[in-house]
């Protein structure tokens, strides 16, 4: 009798194979009692050989059938473990992107706090300060007044020595005396009051020279306030701005989203290697995919979006993704590196065909490749460069060579943009 596998999940089919045996036995009985009929021993043999060759058939393809069913049933779950996996990490994304939301609320309550704060400081500062302005002010008329008195005390005084002129000689020496000592006395005043009035002015000089650097300050808090707004409405609108949705030959759906951090990456490379990176950038593209593989997006000085695309979804990757990061990045750095922008527009209006020393050879094979302009090529380093078709090592460096001594001479006449290349931005 035929072994049964050992799942049994449908064991009709070996029930009816065990029902086999019977009329098999009963056959090999009639065979012992037909004796010496060898043409009915002979037809009974066949017929034995023929169920026992049936049954095998039937035990091999229920093993088949079994096997197929485990496969399956294996391949269920493993698609139900990675729905499982996909589902976790969709809902530590989601948590993620709550705390990411939390927080950004947080720094707007906590910006928001500290600015109410500081023009509430800047306000007392400023009544304080109008307060001792006009103290000042009231100090000075109070002493401009007393000087007016004793200008107009010394005119009286000049009066009665000349009133006494006529008088008696020891009269009028004694009263002159009197007079000169007097006279003396509120010369004296009169100098100690125009030096207090002139220390008050320059108080009231240094006064309202606080007053502006006080002012200038909040000026300066204000555009900082506002540029930090700008820089969160810009990073809401950038997360929720891009979005790729997808799915699989398996049936998984995939979805890809771009979103801003506030902070910029750092490339640890020789800033005489070229195209060079920009490492002062207050920001950082960051791509996710849904199922939980990102990438950090560098930038070079021609505005090239760089990032690793994982192998995992590599054939899967959203052909508009590079194309959306470009016009970001432009958009981004339109503020903060107007000149860096300037110089890869002057870049992209220098056509192919304008380039002077390239060979008609290069030429064709770069515009093969959709190198249109001088930002194209430029962009690239050698190594990526001689990848082209139609071209080796050689021909790209001595390409890079007269491009970037057009671009050295852009830099002379109208100034190298000023990035940090080669130094932490800490």
Known sequence: ????????????????????????????????????????????????????????????????????????????ERRDLAARMFESELTKAQEALEIAEGRLNNQNEEVAEALEKLRDEL????????????QQKSALEEKTNLLEVYKQRDINQRATIKELSILEPKKLKKKNDELKMEARAARKTITELSQEIHRRDKNLIELRKDNSILMRGLESERGEVARLESHIERANNISSGYRNEQVLPNGQPLHFVINRQFRGTYITKDPSELPRYINNMDFTYIIWASIGVGAAVSVNEWLRPTYRRDPLIADSWPEDLYYALEDMIYDELSNTHPHLLKRVDWARSISLEDIEGISPTVRKALAADHHQNLRDIVMFDMDELAMTKGMGKKSAEQTLAICHALVAEWDRENGAPELAYGKDPK
Not at 9 to 14: G, K, L, T
Not at 30 to 47: F, H, P, T
Not at 123 to 134: F, G, I, P, R, T
Request: glycine fraction near 4%; charged fraction near 25%.
């Open 1 to 76: 009798m035929s072994a049964q596998p050992a799942t049994n999940e449908a064991p009709n089919i070996f029930e009816k194979l065990q029902e086999v045996e019977g009329p098999i036995a009963q056959l090999e009985f009639a065979m012992k009692r037909v004796g010496n009929d060898g043409l009915s021993v002979k037809y009974i043999e066949n017929c034995i050989e023929g169920l026992r060759s049936w049954t095998q058939e039937l035990v091999a393809i229920a093993n088949a059938d079994y096997n197929e069913h485990d496969e399956l049933i294996d391949r269920l």
């Open 123 to 134: 306000s007392l500062h400023m009544l304080e300060l109008n307060a001792m302005v006009d």
